[in-house]
């Protein structure tokens, strides 16, 4: 089982960036892809990025793509969502989640959820 540990949200100025991280442990890191999803304040979980296992392969939210960058450090065992360009409508809370594919990500049939990073955006 992987234990994921977000952090990095705040509060930023429309127009900023930030950039979150998402430690992980409790299971070899290049095993499995991994991802970011939000949740607004009464909508649902959205998908936001994935990246591969090896980091060949990534994608994006329409509403994300351009703006934010996903990326993986082996050998801190931590992944990286890096917003800039950000908007007040991208305020939520962000949770990192892992998957056997990007694909599965996108889906939602993630295996592990972290507790999630507020980030909320002023304007």
Not at 13 to 34: E, H, K
Not at 93 to 108: L, N
């Amino acid at each position: 089982q992987v234990q994921l540990v977000e952090s990095g949200g705040g509060l930023v100025q429309a127009g900023g960036s930030l950039r979150l991280s998402c430690a992980a442990s409790g299971r070899t890191f290049s095993l499995y892809a991994m991802g970011w999803f939000r949740q607004a304040p009464g909508k649902e979980r959205e998908f936001v990025a994935a990246i591969s296992k090896v980091g060949g392969v990534t994608i994006y939210a329409d509403a994300v793509k351009g703006r934010f960058t996903i990326s993986r450090d082996y050998a801190k065992s931590t992944l990286y969502l890096q917003m800039n360009s950000l908007k007040p409508e991208d305020t939520a809370v962000y949770y990192c989640t892992t998957a056997s594919s990007t694909s599965t990500i996108r889906a939602g049939a993630v295996d592990a959820w972290g507790q999630g990073t507020l980030v909320t955006v002023s304007s």
